[in-house]
T-cell receptor, first 116, second 110 residues
Framework: GAVVSQHPSRVICKSGTSVKIECRSL??????MFWYRQFPKQSLMLMAT?????????EQGVEKDKFLINHASLTLSTLTVTSAHPEDSSFYIC????????????FGQGTRLTVV | QKEVEQNSGPLSVPEGAIASLNCTYS??????FFWYRQYSGKSPELIMS????GDKEDGRFTAQLNKASQYVSLLIRDSQPSDSATYLC??????????FGPGTRLSVLP
């Protein structure tokens, strides 16, 4: 299947700093990517839809100034967690739809963020 | 509010048995359905997709879709301990977002 690569897989940062997470589609062009957050033993929560060349669409309750999304090319979307706090510690996962295989979505490996 | 519902489990089955995972959805406009497997601490992995009513088989996995009842299921035959994971059901309405269920935790006992 299609490959979506996410980096880094783990990151520890201090409160108040910013962290950037990258999501790349390696063998297809993704005009749309999705960012999810998952807390322990809970399901995926969609944070925002990242659209290439335009602003991201954020879900209700997600602060767009805190979670900055940039989708500058057809193969790369980035999520920056600004002024991170311990409550932002979570598992962040990106996904992308491969237009060649109908509507199937493929996930990146996920990023475990720990804010200390 | 478009929802996908699953029993959170845990569902425990002995090794070699059939595991049956169920999912219901509220959006009648959903046209595509997916089952993802997620191991603890890992990202979800797509294992089955189904688009039309009936059964779809792939190896030990069979997905079943009944759009009239708004019901999707996943059967795992000859369950193995390595199948122990959380299984996420997702529905997709073209042009909109995927909607994920909360997941069912499956435990296959050796």
């Amino acid at each position: 299947g299609a490959v979506v690569s996410q980096h880094p897989s783990r990151v520890i940062c201090k409160s108040g700093t910013s962290v950037k997470i990258e999501c790349r589609s390696l063998d297809f062009q993704a005009t749309t990517m999705f960012w999810y957050r998952q807390f322990p033993k809970q399901s995926l929560m969609l944070m925002a839809t990242s659209n290439e060349g335009s602003k991201a669409t954020y879900e209700q309750g997600v602060e767009k100034d805190k979670f900055l999304i940039n989708h500058a090319s057809l193969t790369l979307s980035t999520l920056t967690v600004t002024s991170a706090h311990p409550e932002d510690s979570s598992f962040y996962i990106c996904s992308a739809r491969d237009p060649r295989v109908n509507t199937e979505a493929f996930f990146g490996q996920g990023t475990r963020l720990t804010v200390v | 509010q478009k929802e996908v519902e699953q029993n959170s489990g845990p569902l425990s089955v002995p090794e070699g048995a059939i595991a049956s995972l169920n999912c219901t959805y509220s959006d009648r406009g959903s046209q595509s359905f997916f089952w993802y497997r997620q191991y603890s601490g890992k990202s979800p992995e797509l294992i089955m997709s189904i688009y039309s009513n009936g059964d779809k088989e792939d190896g030990r996995f069979t997905a079943q879709l009944n759009k009239a009842s708004q019901y999707v299921s996943l059967l795992i035959r000859d369950s193995q301990p390595s199948d122990s994971a959380t299984y996420l059901c997702a529905g997709y309405n073209y042009g909109q977002n995927f909607v994920f269920g909360p997941g069912t935790r499956l435990s296959v006992l050796p």
